[in-house]
Nanobody, 125 residues
């Protein structure tokens, strides 16, 4: 049984920082690209960042230069370091996994095989 468990959400002020973690189990971690998505109240879920099985990373334009995704293949974990937070970063953040061989649009949530339950991030002005 595959499980993705996020942690590290919480509240921060504008300009502050938070670090999210996602622990994966039940899958061969090294064969999955790992990503973060978020969903703000009343909005659709959106792609935030992805870390391929190797070293390649991609970010959405809205977080580029402020967020950093990393993965620890020894501990089956990914992290999202969020800096210079803005109120528009508020939302539920989800960890997701997709098979490395899937060549569909990586910003499309439908291309992901597994999802975590999400962790709330709230940024106040």
């Amino acid at each position: 049984q595959v499980q993705l468990v996020e942690s590290g959400g919480g509240s921060a002020q504008t300009g502050g920082s938070l670090r999210l973690s996602c622990a994966a189990s039940g899958l061969i971690f090294g064969t999955y690209h790992m990503a973060w998505f978020r969903q703000a109240p009343g909005k659709e879920r959106e792609f935030v960042a992805i870390h391929w099985t190797g070293t390649v990373k991609y970010y959405s334009d809205s977080v580029k230069g402020r967020f950093a995704i990393s993965r620890d293949n020894n501990n089956n974990t990914i992290h999202l370091a969020m800096n210079s937070l803005k109120p528009e970063d508020t939302g539920v953040y989800f960890c997701a996994a997709r098979k490395w061989s899937d060549n569909r649009d990586q910003s499309d949530g439908a291309s992901y095989n597994y999802w975590g339950q999400g962790t709330q991030v709230t940024v106040s002005s």
